[in-house]
């Protein structure tokens, strides 16, 4: 008799031990009979599902299914009388609420004293956080793809047209590093900002650093954040017009002076600009903002300069007046003198910048600054 009381309490210490490691799980634990009747409810069962116990016990589990899921529960409770375990899956089940959420399920056969199977236990762990992590992966290596086959075009394009102006192996390859370079230069903002878009302050001092003479270079204009596509092709640019002047004008001289201002304005404003020169479809069919770059720099005329010389084989030519402003939906003017050089772009200012809901750039804020 007192080895039958002592049995009896040690099972009470074990259902206590048991009911205590079920309430306090972050998972929802749920039994149910052969009918799929539930019969125990845990409090992790109460905040995944928003079902109270007093709710979900006497219930069907079927509430929890979607519809086009009701027929997982027949197939479960087939193996389950069965004697089988179904192992951890992924599937769907709805919230109170009539939400959605991702779950993986394990359930097991319920036994009573005679071993005869009387029902299932499931064990259900939310997956949403780890589904939409894995969504956000493929989602992020697709737009990868997406721009490293970009890129490719891009230097491709390079290599191409600057072997159809050098006939020097070394003026080629050094010519390919360094726009490359630039490239990666681009590249290295947008990564730091998680695909954010860059600073165009923060883009032209990264392109113009590597020539020094900061003190010759002043910027103006209102903080912007560039979209990824205008890093990219003002990058390229920004590198194309710092090279030919520290080879042949203001950047290469003591007394040069390089000012690029940007301004924005209304569509009307940027053809008046504009003057004769033409523009794209993409930028007359805006209609709103316009966003609008000068680069001027003067210097002293160097003996012999007869003004030609924008990188010298002629790759920059086509990515100031045909390469970047035709990818903004924009148009530019390039003008060349003597000891001075002007580069106007105009382009849509949706094309350029990042939208922020309810922020419009202010045209009068940052004054100019040295870099």
Do not use: C
């Amino acid at each position: 008799m007192t080895d039958t009381k002592g049995s009896n309490r040690l099972d009470m210490l074990a259902d206590g031990r048991l009911a205590a490691i079920v309430d306090s799980s972050f998972d929802a634990i749920i039994s149910k009979d052969l009918n799929s009747i539930i019969t125990s409810w845990n409090l992790a069962a109460e905040r995944m599902f928003g079902y109270s116990a007093d709710e979900a016990v006497g219930q069907s589990i079927l509430m929890l299914i979607p519809d086009h899921l009701k027929g997982e529960e027949t197939e479960i409770i087939r193996r389950v009388r069965a004697g089988e375990r179904v192992a951890s899956y992924e599937t769907t089940r709805r919230r109170k609420d009539g939400a959605l959420i991702s779950v993986s399920l394990t359930v097991s056969p319920i036994k009573n004293a005679n071993g005869e199977i009387v029902g299932a236990s499931k064990i259900a762990r939310d997956i949403s956080a780890a589904k939409e992590s894995e969504r956000r992966i493929r989602l992020l290596m697709r737009e990868v793809n997406h721009r490293v086959k970009n890129q490719f075009a891009v230097i491709l394009s390079m290599v191409r047209e600057t072997s159809k102006r050098s006939s020097d192996p070394r003026e080629f390859e050094e010519l390919i590093r360094a726009r490359i370079m630039a490239l990666s230069r681009s590249h290295d903002l947008l990564v730091t900002s998680e695909w954010a878009g860059a600073s165009l302050f923060d883009l032209i001092q990264e392109h113009l650093k590597p020539f020094g003479r900061e003190e010759q270079i002043l910027l103006s204009g209102p903080v912007l954040t560039l979209q990824s596509n205008a890093v990219q092709n003002l990058g390229m640019a920004f590198h194309e017009l710092g090279t030919n002047s520290s080879k042949y004008g203001a950047l290469g001289s003591e007394d040069g002076r390089v000012e690029i201002t940007w301004t924005i304005g209304s569509g009307a404003q940027g053809a008046s600009v504009q003057g004769a020169g033409a523009r794209s479809a993409g930028a007359q069919g805006s209609g709103g903002r316009e966003f609008q770059m000068l680069w001027t720099e003067t210097s002293t005329p160097r003996p012999g300069s007869n003004g030609d010389e924008i990188t010298r084989k002629g790759f920059g030519t086509v990515v100031l007046q045909r390469v970047a402003p035709q990818s903004l939906g924009g148009s530019a003017e390039l003008e060349r003198s003597p000891g001075r050089l002007h580069w106007r772009l105009s382009a849509p200012l949706a094309s350029i910048i990042v939208p922020q809901a309810g922020v419009d750039a202010d045209a009068d804020a940052a004054p100019g600054f040295g870099i």
